[in-house]
């Protein structure tokens, strides 16, 4: 746990700039389609639940 830093933004747009760069460019879309579309499910699900979210 001593690796892990919290991240800090200067702004919204610092925010908003940065989860762009994130997800930007065909490689993350193109990656995320080509997995299987139950794999894909699994991966949802498996965030949902580590994230305690309901439904």
């Not at 800090?8 to 997995?35: C, N």
Request: glycine share 2%; hydrophobic share 45%; aromatic share 12%.
């Amino acid at each position: 746990m001593d690796m892990i830093e919290k991240r800090s933004f200067e702004s919204i747009a610092d925010f908003f700039k940065k989860l762009f760069d994130i997800f930007r460019g065909p490689t993350f879309l193109m990656t995320w389609l080509k997995i299987d579309k139950i794999l894909r499910e699994k991966i949802l699900l498996t965030i949902s639940m580590s994230n305690k979210c309901s439904n």
